[in-house]
């Protein structure tokens, strides 16, 4: 089974910047779909940016032209540039297999202040 290991997060400024790293198990993950959520307290889980095996892309709206999903098959690792941060993405940030409802991470924590 796939797992999963976020980092990256921390307290930053409105309109400020970050990067967030997700490292994989596995010796199939360049064939997932994988996906970056988040959520906020109080909220639902939501799915943020996801990137195809082949490499498209796709971004929920309050995202996007923020956000920038990439990935590093050698490395097993999914990234998530998150530029132009608001204090409404405050959240903890997951990554996952597209789809897949187990098996999340601990997640890492994104501050941002107004």
């Known amino acids: 089974q796939v797992q999963l290991v976020e980092s990256g997060g921390g307290l930053v400024q409105n309109g400020g910047s970050l990067r967030l790293s997700c490292a994989a198990s596995?010796?199939?993950?360049?064939?997932?779909?994988m996906a970056w959520y988040r959520q906020a307290p109080g909220k639902q889980r939501e799915e943020v940016a996801a990137?195809?095996?082949?490499?498209?892309?796709n971004y929920g709206d309050a995202v996007k032209g923020r956000f920038t999903i990439s990935r590093d098959n050698a490395k097993k690792t999914v990234y998530l540039q998150m530029n132009s941060l608001k204090p409404e993405d405050t959240a903890v940030y997951y990554c996952?297999?597209?789809?897949?409802?187990?098996?999340w991470g601990q997640g890492t924590q994104v501050t941002v202040s107004s």
């Open positions: 596995g010796s199939i993950f360049r064939l997932y779909d």
């Open positions: 996952n297999m597209r789809g897949r409802t187990s098996g």
């Open positions: 990137i195809t095996a082949i490499g498209s892309t």
